[in-house]
């Protein structure tokens, strides 16, 4: 019975989540849920601002770690950990020189990552520059915009397209949806 829940999946469109009402009449079914965050799209043309209460540059190993109260932002993209660790290709520059080729970045302590009217918060996270993916992992993973709110274990973007999926690891995905949020016509 687990290997039927474990394939079943609940699709959901564009935010604010109009084609959700019939995924909710059905919560029994909610394994995992797909949506899309649009605001996570790359944007290698805007400039990154990092804070940091540490930084620490390891040129050797090729990374350099943020440490306490680090906070990324890039355009409508803001992003805030207790650690970074930026991990970028051997003899692809350096992050001191602002031209580094960043392979993966890691982050851990109270993730929060939020983007335009989206927001999404983990224990741990992980962005795969080549693959333009983050997963965010954690007892609780919240995506929320509005008073709609998506929870999960595991949060999977694809940042090229911003489509997004909410794994449940094991129990349920819960959903509670706002029925003002809907658009009428």
Do not use: H, W
């Amino acid at each position: 019975m687990s290997a039927y829940r474990s394939s079943r999946k609940v699709f959901l469109k564009a935010i604010p989540f109009a084609a959700v009402v019939l995924a909710a009449a059905f919560p029994a079914l909610a394994q995992q849920a797909t949506s899309r965050m649009s605001g996570l799209k790359l944007s290698n043309d805007q400039p990154i601002q990092i804070e940091s209460d540490k930084l620490e540059i390891k040129d050797p190993e090729s990374k350099a770690i943020f440490t306490g109260n680090v906070k990324v932002v890039q355009g409508a993209t803001t992003l805030q950990a207790g650690n970074m660790v930026v991990y970028y290709k051997s003899g692809g520059g350096s992050i001191s020189g602002g031209n580094a080729q960043i392979d993966r970045i890691e982050v851990d302590k109270k993730v929060f990552l939020q983007s335009g009217t989206q927001q999404a918060t983990a224990d741990t996270g992980q962005f795969n520059m080549a693959q333009q993916t983050l997963v965010l992992k954690g007892k609780q993973v919240v995506l929320s915009e509005g008073k709609n709110v998506f929870t999960g274990c595991q949060l999977n973007v694809s940042m090229a397209t911003g489509e997004a999926q909410l794994e449940a690891c094991g129990g349920r995905v819960q959903i509670q949806l706002d029925p003002k949020s809907q658009k009428t016509n």
